[in-house]
């Protein structure tokens, strides 16, 4: 299985950026996907996932900023994120679930600049 997230970089604060991350291996629609991130010294933490059936979540710190969308026909979750602030900098990992399995892909870096 692999998930390979991309998109990451640096931005300044207030600025956008679109992730990426392609899944393969894997019954892609089967699967919750999810974006979580974690900054230095910090645990990782979930920012938004998205259900089979397209349903959302969201942290409260990236809601109405972030946008996860997911792509079944191309096997590739999404998340945009606008109005980026210095606190969203972190490595941001996709991950897919399903009951009593998951995966990890490799993290991609977003900086925000002040």
């Known amino acids: 299985v692999q998930l390979q997230a991309s998109g990451g970089g640096l931005v300044q604060a207030g600025g956008s950026l679109r992730l990426s991350c392609a899944a393969s291996?894997?019954?892609?629609?089967?699967?919750?996907m999810g974006w979580y991130r974690q900054a230095p010294g910090m645990q990782r933490e979930v920012v938004a996932t998205?259900?089979?059936?397209?349903?959302?979540n969201y942290a409260d710190s990236v809601k109405g900023r972030f946008t996860i969308s997911r792509d079944n026909a191309e096997n590739t979750v999404y998340l945009q994120m606008s109005s980026l602030k210095p606190e969203d900098t972190a490595v941001y990992y996709c991950?897919?679930?399903?009951?009593?399995?998951?995966?990890w892909g490799h993290g991609t870096q977003v900086t925000v600049s002040s």
């Open positions: 998205i259900t089979t059936g397209g349903r959302t």
């Open positions: 291996e894997i019954i892609f629609t089967r699967y919750t």
């Open positions: 991950k897919a679930d399903r009951v009593g399995l998951s995966f």
